[in-house]
């Protein structure tokens, strides 16, 4: 059983301050990672996904993978209160077809 | 330009009833899943199919069954409903495989009672 675990929170941060995410995964082959954003009641939506090692930025958002110690985390730069919502992790295996998530961390954005 | 279209978006069954959950894609995808979200539990994948003619079983296939019918459709079928099958489901589609990110339907609310 591949596990992806995420901190539930929730992590509760002032507007404009940096919401750091993290997540771990258990599959030493996983091969792509995904950050989604789901608000309530709402899909998920993509908002950055990452391949290799090191940082991606996509405005205020950065991706950080370090394959070696088997995390992935997502940095939200000027937080707005428009971004809380859950984060879900998501990674995928040796068999590319299969995608797994983590439980989510609810991040609340205080104005 | 639809995306990932799921029907429906409510449901309430009883106990030992039986539905089909219909999602169609256009956007030319081969690969297409269903996944369920529980309170607390993230998104579980039920079922998948890689390409046109094939479907595997994933995390919590237990209970389900899925067909897809062609490219851009793949239903989810409950036989006979239990209450452990009340959830959120949601369709996504990928256009080839994990390197690609899912996009996901809108989602059916499902209660069994």
């Known amino acids: 059983q591949k596990e992806v675990e995420q901190n539930s929170g929730p992590l509760s941060v002032p507007e404009g301050a940096i919401a750091s995410l993290n997540c771990t995964y258990s599959?030493?082959?996983?091969?792509?990672f995904f950050w989604y954003r789901q608000y309530s009641g709402k899909s998920p939506e993509l908002i950055m996904f990452?391949?290799?090692?090191g940082d991606k930025e996509d405005g205020r958002f950065t991706a950080q993978l370090n394959k070696a110690s088997q995390y992935v985390s997502l940095l939200i730069r000027d937080s707005q209160p428009s971004d809380s919502a859950t984060y879900l992790c998501?990674?995928?295996?040796?068999?590319?077809?299969?995608?797994?998530f983590g439980s989510g961390t609810k991040l609340n954005v205080k104005p | 330009n639809a995306g990932v279209t799921q029907t429906p978006k409510f449901q309430v069954l009883k106990t030992g009833q039986s539905m089909t959950l219909q999602c169609a894609q256009d956007?030319?995808?081969?690969?297409m899943y269903w996944y369920r979200q529980d309170p607390g539990m993230g998104l579980r994948l039920i079922y998948y199919?890689?390409?046109?003619?094939?479907?595997d079983k994933g995390e919590v296939p237990n209970g389900y069954n899925v067909s897809r019918l062609n490219k851009r459709e793949f239903s989810l079928r409950l036989e006979s409903a239990a209450p452990s099958q009340t959830s959120v489901y949601f369709c996504?589609?990928?256009?080839?495989?994990?390197?690609?990110?899912?996009?996901f339907g809108n989602g059916t609310r499902l209660t069994v009672t």
């Open positions: 996504a589609s990928s256009e080839a495989g994990g390197d690609r990110p899912l996009h």
């Open positions: 599959d030493r082959g996983s091969q792509s």
């Open positions: 990452i391949y290799s090692n």
């Open positions: 998501a990674v995928t295996g040796d068999n590319f077809n299969k995608f797994y």
């Open positions: 956007m030319n995808h081969n690969s």
């Open positions: 199919s890689a390409s046109e003619g094939t479907t």
